[in-house]
């Protein structure tokens, strides 16, 4: 029974084993990163710490780096993709079943080969996740896991490139009789811009490694020439590094848009503009690589023109948020844990201060040993309430307890939740605005407007 198990996935071309197969080793390397990134907090826990040589501390951030973005997030959206798209479009497998489980073993090979640089002498890769060169060069990090490190991002970057071909071809070709492309749904849709993001940009690293191995191996002098050879990797390795920025998030806001579509119970506003904007990502994201390269003497118009392309980019994603609002407008919200997940990450994800709103009992009739209790406290119907903005929190306040709440807000945590309200009183406060007198408001669940 074991021997059939192993074997079973050992050998399969099944798509759903074939995503879980990624879902479960992404997460094994993302745990893998996660004890480097330990070692790295210990290490600066404390000043003139022992803890990690200056050797080891740089394979540590250099190796966290590349497991994170090469074998855990990038790969998370293709496991979502292998185990979701053949069922929301109707096809019965990947358009190569063989091909995705080579695209699979390849990955998890890759991700071995450049582990191993821990165990080969001088350690594993130390020029960080983004390889700038001279640093990965034999004069200055002699060490076979540098080579083992590019070795393994070529496997991966073949994975890839194996498996981007697959899931196109499978959305473009083995569509169910019926299934237009503008039937398909948002999750499909993300997912085929994040495959020709990774279509067109592994490439560039591709390149980028092959030569870099050449260098170390061969002798030749790509990234070492004196005649700009580091500007080079630069230009090789962002016209591949921003677009990465998009592939890691287009699946999560394809996903996202499911779910808004489930528990707002409507379909997505304005989906051809949502496509559009998907769209429009993809070109603009290939055109605002150089302003990773401002401190490296591009010319003044250059960087205009990347200045003025990285802005741009954010109108697609600014039309991608009012259509998110705009599906929840007047509907029937339903807040379930994956709503209020994918809206925070949506709505809550800038570096600003975060508003939080929190509701002030009527303290006339609430002694202050129930409000640290933490107690629900009905509020009576009809009052007049006022938002008011104390300490970087939106308090809604009833205008007659006002003087009382200011007496008490530096002594006492109020936290009061189940409240009902009048129906208009939320309006413009809470993302449910039409809440009814008999339904529970769980104000503990809500961030203001960041």
Request: net charge positive; charged share 10%; with cysteine.
């Amino acid at each position: 029974m074991v021997k059939t198990w192993i074997k079973r996935w050992l050998y399969t071309t099944d798509h759903k084993d074939v995503g879980i197969l990624y879902f479960v080793t992404s997460f094994y390397f993302a745990f893998l990163a996660a004890l480097l990134a330990l070692f790295m907090r210990t290490q600066l826990a404390v000043p003139n710490n022992k803890f990690l040589g200056a050797a080891e501390y740089n394979q540590a951030v250099t190796m966290h780096g590349l497991l994170m973005v090469f074998w855990f997030l990038s790969p998370l959206g293709i496991a979502f993709a292998n185990y979701f798209i053949p069922p929301q479009i109707g096809a019965k497998d990947l358009a190569f079943p063989r091909l995705n489980a080579l695209s699979y073993w390849l990955y998890a090979f890759g991700g071995l080969v450049t582990f191993i640089g821990f165990f080969s002498p001088g350690g594993a890769a130390n020029a960080g996740w983004t390889n700038y060169s001279p640093l990965t060069s034999i004069q200055f990090s002699p060490n076979a896991g540098e080579t083992l490190a590019a070795a393994g991002l070529i496997i991966v970057s073949a994975s890839v490139t194996v498996g981007t071909i697959n899931i196109l071809t499978t959305i473009l070709f083995h569509r169910a009789p019926g299934m237009t492309f503008m039937k398909m749904p948002m999750f499909t849709w993300f997912i085929f811009f994040t495959m020709l993001q990774m279509l067109w940009s592994f490439p560039s690293l591709l390149a980028g490694l092959i030569m870099l191995e050449s260098d170390r191996l061969l002798g030749t002098m790509f990234f070492t020439s004196v005649a700009g050879g580091s500007i080079l990797w630069d230009n090789v390795f962002w016209f591949f590094g921003h677009p990465e920025v998009y592939v890691v998030l287009l699946p999560a806001i394809g996903a996202v848009m499911e779910i808004f579509q489930v528990f707002s119970n409507r379909a997505l506003y304005a989906k051809k503009v949502a496509v559009g904007a998907g769209f429009a990502i993809v070109a603009i994201s290939f055109m605002i690589y150089g302003h990773h390269m401002f401190l490296t003497g591009i010319n003044v118009t250059e960087q205009e023109v990347f200045t003025i392309n990285t802005e741009t980019v954010s109108i697609p994603f600014g039309a991608l948020m009012v259509i998110f609002i705009a599906t929840m407008y007047r509907s029937a919200v339903k807040l379930a844990t994956p709503m209020l997940f994918a809206g925070i990450s949506c709505y809550f994800r800038d570096r600003r201060p975060y508003w939080r709103v929190q509701l002030i009992p009527s303290l006339g009739h609430c002694p202050e040993r129930n409000i640290l209790r933490g107690r629900p406290f009905p509020l009576r119907y009809g009052r007049r309430f006022t938002l008011r903005a104390v300490w970087s929190n939106l308090l809604l306040v009833a205008e007659d307890d006002w003087q009382n709440a200011q007496r008490i807000l530096g002594k006492v945590a109020l936290h009061c939740f189940n409240h009902r309200f009048q129906p208009d009183i939320l309006s413009n406060v809470l993302p449910d605005g039409h809440a009814t007198t008999n339904r529970d408001i769980h104000c503990r669940y809500w961030l203001g407007p960041a």
